[in-house]
C-alpha cells in the first residue's frame, strides 16, 4: 500500500485505527497479522486474528519503526499488534525531559 502522512487505515482482524505520522512508499503495514486498509475503505472481508500478534494496540500510542522509516499514531485500539509484515512495530519511546535543576 502507497503510504503518506495523515492517511488513515484500519485492521480488518480488529477494531485497531491509526494514522500514518511518518513514512511513504509501498509499506506493508499490518495489524493482527492482516493487512491493514485505508479507514474509507467499503466492502472489506474480515479476517482473523493471528495469535501470534495479539498483544494489543493503545490509544494514543505511537508505534514506529525506523527501518521501514514510519510512524503511526493509535487513534483506536484493538486486540491486534501492529507489524510491518512480520515484523513486529514497538511503541515508541518518548522523549526525556531536560532536568530543572
Do not use: W
Amino acid at each position: 500500500m502507497q503510504l503518506k502522512p495523515g492517511l488513515r487505515l484500519q485492521s480488518v482482524a480488529d477494531e485497531t485505527q491509526v494514522i500514518i505520522v511518518r513514512g511513504s512508499g509501498e509499506v506493508d503495514v499490518r495489524c493482527g497479522g492482516a493487512p491493514m486498509v485505508p479507514a474509507d475503505a467499503t466492502d472489506v472481508e474480515r479476517q482473523p486474528l493471528d495469535p501470534d500478534f495479539a498483544t494489543g494496540t493503545l490509544m494514543g500510542k505511537r508505534y514506529a519503526d525506523a527501518d521501514a522509516g514510519i510512524e503511526l499514531l493509535c487513534t483506536k485500539p484493538g486486540e491486534g499488534s501492529l507489524s510491518v509484515g512480520d515484523v513486529p512495530v514497538p511503541t515508541k519511546d518518548a522523549k526525556p525531559l531536560p532536568s530543572s535543576d
